[in-house]
């Protein structure tokens, strides 16, 4: 039993460590980029768990390789209180500094859509896994 307690202890100290943060982070821009089809860039990542995330050099793109939005800096409060009955991420504070964003509505959609659909809450008789995490 001391043994797991001192194996979790060591990962939540390693989870605090930039370059573990950002190997992390570097799979997850990785997969999303795949999941969306997307470029998705990301310089460097500091997570203080269960509190805050900032993001440094951040840039998203559009499916047809557009760009989205260009932040030399994010930073989200997070909860994550909701997480663990809910699945839900919840963002209580969201800032940006030297930020771009470009938004461009077409007759039918936006260059945002395909984001939306994504990260949107299942519906009932959708064949997506219930263990999806929604923002």
Known sequence: MASILVLLGALMLSLQLEPVQNFISKRVVSYLSKELNTKIALKRIYFKPFQSLVLEGFELY???????????????????????????????????????????????????????????????????SSKKTRY
Do not use: C, M
């Open 62 to 128: 559009d499916t047809k390789g557009d760009t989205i939005l260009i932040a030399e800096k994010l930073n989200a409060t997070v909860n994550l209180n909701q997480y663990w009955d809910h699945n839900k991420i919840v963002i209580n504070k969201l800032s940006l500094e030297n930020t771009t964003a470009y938004y461009q509505v077409y007759k039918d959609s936006s260059n945002i859509k395909f984001l939306l659909n994504y990260f949107s809450s299942p519906k009932k008789n959708d064949q997506r």
